[in-house]
């Protein structure tokens, strides 16, 4: 099966400017993931959707990030406008409906981007 | 709330050395325990998972047991290989949610 994609592969943006990332889940999935992996963190969970709807959003600053999966299926993740601190790379994952607690999340490559 | 600590790197072994990466977690309910790896330039993969107490995961020459008693999921391979160079990460997930917490990663080299 097709994996995880994601685009772009790398960006480079000055701060205060937006950009936007793409993730296309397994087919099938339900659950799509978005985290964030700061250099030298674990990944971060930004945003969880199940289908269309947001099942978990707590640790997305709405003040400037944004994402969205309209039709259930692939995912956009929005920054505007940028900071510094945002540098990192943007994981997108997903998972099948109703999986039991012990079933793994398949992971894009990731979009690293930098903010300069 | 829910936590995982790991092992600071880097780590730098020779080939054929025996491998240990430690993970403890704190959860507020039962979790279920993973080890991923993302090597150079890939996303993050599945490498072990272990759902219960005593459980023993194991794949590709890694093992980790989960142990309640001492919350630790410890990662160990018996003799490593230049491959097995990657960042590896401990997560938990407890029942109820889907969602993986992760720790911070641990950077493992081999030299030949």
């Known amino acids: 099966e097709a994996g995880v994609a994601q685009s772009p592969r790398y960006k480079i943006i000055e701060k205060r400017q937006s950009v936007a990332f793409w993730c296309n889940p397994i087919?099938?999935?339900?659950?799509l993931y978005w985290y964030q992996q700061i250099l030298g963190q674990g990944p971060k969970l930004l945003i969880q959707?199940?289908?269309?709807?947001?099942?978990?959003d707590s640790q997305l600053p709405k003040d400037r990030f944004s994402a969205e999966r309209l039709k259930g299926v692939d995912s956009t993740l929005k920054i505007q406008p940028a900071k510094l601190e945002d540098s990192a790379v943007y994981l997108c994952?997903?998972?099948?409906?109703?999986?039991?607690?012990?079933?793994?999340?398949?992971f894009g490559n990731g979009t690293r981007l930098t903010v300069t | 709330g829910n936590s995982v600590t790991q092992m600071e790197g880097p780590v730098t072994l020779s080939e054929e050395a025996f491998l240990t990466i430690n993970c403890t977690y704190t959860?507020?309910?039962?979790?279920?325990l993973f080890w991923y790896v993302q090597y150079p330039g890939e996303g993050l993969q599945l490498l072990l998972k272990?759902?219960?107490?005593?459980d023993k995961g194991s794949n590709k020459g890694f093992e980790a047991t989960y142990r309640k008693e001492t919350t630790s999921f410890h990662l160990e391979k018996g003799s490593v290989q230049v491959s097995d160079s990657a960042v590896y990460f401990c997560?938990?997930?407890?029942?109820?949610?889907?969602?993986?917490?992760f720790g911070t990663g641990t950077r493992l080299t081999i030299i030949p």
């Open positions: 272990a759902t219960k107490a005593d």
């Open positions: 994952a997903s998972s099948p409906i109703g999986a039991a607690d012990n079933s793994p999340l398949h």
């Open positions: 087919s099938g999935h339900a659950t």
């Open positions: 997560a938990l997930r407890v029942f109820g949610n889907e969602k993986l917490t």
């Open positions: 959860a507020t309910g039962y979790p279920s």
């Open positions: 959707f199940q289908n269309n709807g947001v099942v978990d």
